[in-house]
């Protein structure tokens, strides 16, 4: 069980956590942000042919500090410790871990080799930003399992599930009609805090550019596709707009029929789009979009379109492609059919209408290249992103999975630069959270204890690897 920040703060106060020194501000919904502190070790590859860990190499690394005046500046490709600025004790019945934020594993995500789910993403793999220009994936965390959870619902219908600290770029309600859409960085936990309002909702997501899928070799004009799928789908006889009959003119010329190409490919015949379609280039999604609506839909005099089908999972296939084009689209259903409307050429948002609490599920998160940290997810393309250090190509992690109970002292932290240029690390900057977890009794054998030999027990500042003390020990 997460502790939540009431329970934090209670601890806190009880003096079963300690933090030292403490800010109030720093406390998150079910977290406590840290600080870096001015100590970092920096290593010398060069005064040792190679790491041996039996042996303690303690040249190794060199101990520097740093200033505001002076801070640390972290190179492309370098790897260095740190230290948290706080000191954090826990008792013998809590563990605590120093993470990021995360969404849960089944999270659908538009790759440029077709959709897989945040549990399949791996570093390498090339996402797409909220312009939806492609961005690489550039680390992934480990599946993190008994974070808080929460389900972020969209007007569109859109739900996602995420910890309570991951992190979203809503515009405020009440700057819907500035035309430089200002827009904030919030926690899930802060988002459901602030849901509404003036009788509205207050946080809204700006949908995401067109997609950037590779132009593809496709069986047969994706116009012409649209025109099949959508004249099959719902079109009564006869009803096809001039556009519509001067294709069918020019099929009948060449004798080409859009399902006979299908069928020489070996893809379906039938009215629903196959994939290589849904992930080809923007303008052959968007000559796809226009046989549709050509034949399955109609667009009116103020620009607004609805493609309509009887059949749910072709519906789904049009609010995609509708989505993956930046549009917009909601998914309603009519009766005994189902409407896909959108407003073509004009930039749309969606409204987060609910935050429900749910049971907590397996989260990871991963660190893109995009310079604004946002990649998209699910099938509607919504942008999320990573953390704030983490877009700028900086990743951290404690040196610990989990922090034991019985812990007392500072944190020592992995530093990576994965960026093209060098960051600069301010002492008392935010670093990362620590969240902390309720064992179901207390330790036997807590942190520090002398069956355990914790060669950690009471560190300060960024502390070197003491490995080789496990053969000195003869563990």
């Not at 959870?149 to 979203?168: I, P, Q």
């Not at 309600?173 to 035309?179: G, I, L, N, V």
């Not at 609506?293 to 005099?301: F, I, L, N, Q, S």
């Not at 502390?463 to 000195?472: A, G, H, L, Q």
Request: proline share 7%; net charge negative; hydrophobic share 35%.
């Amino acid at each position: 069980m997460v502790l939540s920040d009431a329970t934090i703060a209670r601890y806190l106060a009880d003096g079963r956590i300690e933090i030292d020194p403490y800010d109030e501000a720093l406390l998150q919904p079910s977290s406590v942000d840290v600080r870096v502190d001015r100590l970092f070790r920096v290593f010398h590859n060069n005064r040792y042919p190679f790491i041996d860990v039996k042996v303690d190499q303690s040249e190794l690394t060199e101990l520097v500090e740093v200033d505001d005046a002076h801070p640390f500046v972290l190179h492309p490709g370098e790897f260095v410790l740190g230290s948290t600025l706080e000191r954090v004790r826990l008792p013998d019945d809590l563990v605590a871990r120093l993470e990021g934020k995360a969404l849960a594993l089944d999270t659908e995500v538009p790759t440029s080799e077709g959709w897989r789910t945040m549990a399949d993403v791996e570093p390498g793999d090339l996402v797409f930003d909220e312009l939806g220009f492609p961005c690489v994936v550039l680390n992934a965390t480990p599946p993190m399992a008994d974070r808080p959870c929460r389900e972020v619902v969209f007007s569109d219908g859109t739900t996602v599930v995420a910890d309570v600290d991951h992190l979203w770029r809503t515009v405020d309600a009440r700057r819907q009609t500035d035309p430089s859409r200002s827009s904030d960085v919030l926690t899930t936990g802060r988002i459901a805090e602030t849901l509404r309002h003036g009788g509205g909702y207050a946080h809204h997501v700006p949908s995401a550019g067109a997609v950037w899928y590779p132009e593809r070799e496709l069986p047969i004009d994706p116009y012409a596709l649209g025109v099949r799928v959508g004249d099959g789908a719902s079109t009564p006889a006869g009803a096809a707009c001039a556009g519509v009959a001067a294709w069918r003119t020019r099929r009948d010329e060449r004798e080409e029929s859009p399902r006979g190409a299908l069928r020489e490919r070996g893809l379906p015949g039938d009215e629903h789009i196959p994939g290589e379609y849904l992930r080809a280039s923007i303008e052959q999604r968007s000559e796809l979009l226009d046989g549709l609506t050509d034949t399955a839909g109609h667009v009116d005099e103020l620009g607004r379109c609805a493609l309509t089908t009887l059949e749910e999972p072709l519906a789904l296939q049009y609010a995609e492609l509708v989505a993956s084009l930046g549009f917009g689209p909601t998914l309603a259903r009519r009766g005994q059919s189902f409407e896909v409307r959108f407003t073509r050429g004009r930039p749309a948002s969606r409204a987060i209408t609910e935050v429900r609490e749910v049971e907590s599920v397996p989260v990871r998160c991963i660190e893109v290249s995009s310079a604004s940290g946002m990649f998209l997810v699910t099938r509607s393309f919504v942008p999320t992103h990573n953390s704030s250090l983490g877009r700028l190509g900086l990743l951290i992690h404690s040196t610990a999975g989990f922090i034991d109970p019985g812990w007392d002292g500072h944190v020592t932290l992995e530093l990576s630069n994965v960026a093209n240029l060098p960051i600069t690390i301010y002492p008392g900057m935010k670093i990362g959270q620590i969240s902390f977890m309720q064992m179901t009794e207390p330790a036997r054998t807590p942190y520090g204890s002398s069956e355990l030999g914790s060669k950690y027990k009471g560190q300060q500042g960024p502390t070197p690897s003491r490995y080789f003390k496990n053969f000195e020990s003869g563990e």
